[in-house]
């Protein structure tokens, strides 16, 4: 008999005929069991509770039925009750593998996870899938903290069936929590020797390379799984972040948008793509991105705070602050935004409004060493040398031994026209660290037309 609408099993729409009309209903074990299945499959767990204790009334021997009888008790937290039934099945069937899996899952349920690991080892045998049954192991030791079995039940599943989606996701989220990278590497590689074409795991080897830092060679993974599988979104997404880690922006943006369909609407991939176009110096095409972004999310910070800056970039202050504004509601506590709204006051000669917006940051985080150096950077450009000389003395009764602070302490001194200290300061940070220099010169280009800095530069070298 067809299904009613295309979608209603033929004996749902006659147990519900005949249940208005309190009408007795007969049907085998397998009717019974579509039923159930159906109810189960939308949601609708009392009815499949009644079906169910009806069925089992109806056919008292039936294992299946009492199964799923189980299952539902415990869905409905009465896990004590399931186990009592399983006890009584088990009797009945003793060698029914479905037994132990339900146990297991009950005694999950109740979070007994060693006791679901002793039930979910005894269903292994007869299982119709181990690989899973070994998932549901690993799982239960990943409840109990104990990654190493964890992993190591989820290389018995990938062993059995390398393409075990589930199992090479799982192993990824503990390489990943534990950072062991390179362990995580090793296991990837590993699986592809046992399994060449699969996508999943060069995939997670090219993660795994992000992870270290190895960017070409997370490329080349990336490359390999989408030549496995050309239309796997996430090998592209990630083939993307590799390119842009890489600064290769413009084929980063090629990868990000072939990782989307026409109809996606992932907010992160249209601000990446945003980001990308921010770096090549493209402000308004990293606008309508950003501003894309904020529309199919408007709690993306990062994309509020990405529009300012590109209008700072093309000479809008007044239009950037408004949107770093907006992006410092949704993340207060986020010290890179202040400073950013910090500077635009300066910007716009509002100085005590960015002395005030430093100085909250600060009192957030007094531990971040780059707001110090900016706050100092700042009022070194209003000529206000005192005052930062005395916020990179704070600076440094927080950080001992700073020498970033030490190389601005002495371009402060010289450009506050105290060339003396500043060259004491100078040669200190010089002997600790010669490489800090270029970095100090391109944060204080005026210092190139200080003429006592360029001499102490000079006595330097020598």
Known sequence: MEELNNHTPWQVAKYEEMAKTNDSVYFDVDDFEEVID???IRGQYKEAFDVTSYAVALHPGSVPLMLKKAQLLATFNKENDALSLLARVERLEPTNYDIYLTRGAIYSQMQNYQKAIEEYNKAVAGADDPDYVYCNIAIEYENLGNFDKTLEYLDKALKVNPDNDLAIYEAAYCFDLLSLTDEGITFFQNLIDRNPYSTEAWFNLGVSYINAGMYEKALEALEYSIAIDNDHEHSWFHKGYALSLLDRHQEAIGAYEASMSEEDTDAMKLYYIGECHEKLEDYQNAITFYTRCSKVDPQIADAWIGIGVCE?????????????????TMDT????YLCLLANTYFLLNEFELAKETYQ?????????????LEYAEALSGMKEFDHAQKILSN??????????ILYAMAAILFLGKKPDQGMFCLEEAFTNDEQGLETLIKRFPKLKENNNFMDALENLSV
């Open 38 to 40: 159906h109810y189960v």
């Open 312 to 328: 700072i970039e093309l000479g809008n202050i007044n239009k950037a602050l408004k949107f770093l504004k907006h992006g410092i």
């Open 395 to 404: 600076a440094m009764d927080l950080h001992p031994g700073k020498n970033t």
């Open 360 to 372: 909250t940051a600060l009192e957030k985080d007094p531990a971040d060493e780059e707001t110090w």
């Open 333 to 336: 506590e986020n010290i890179s």
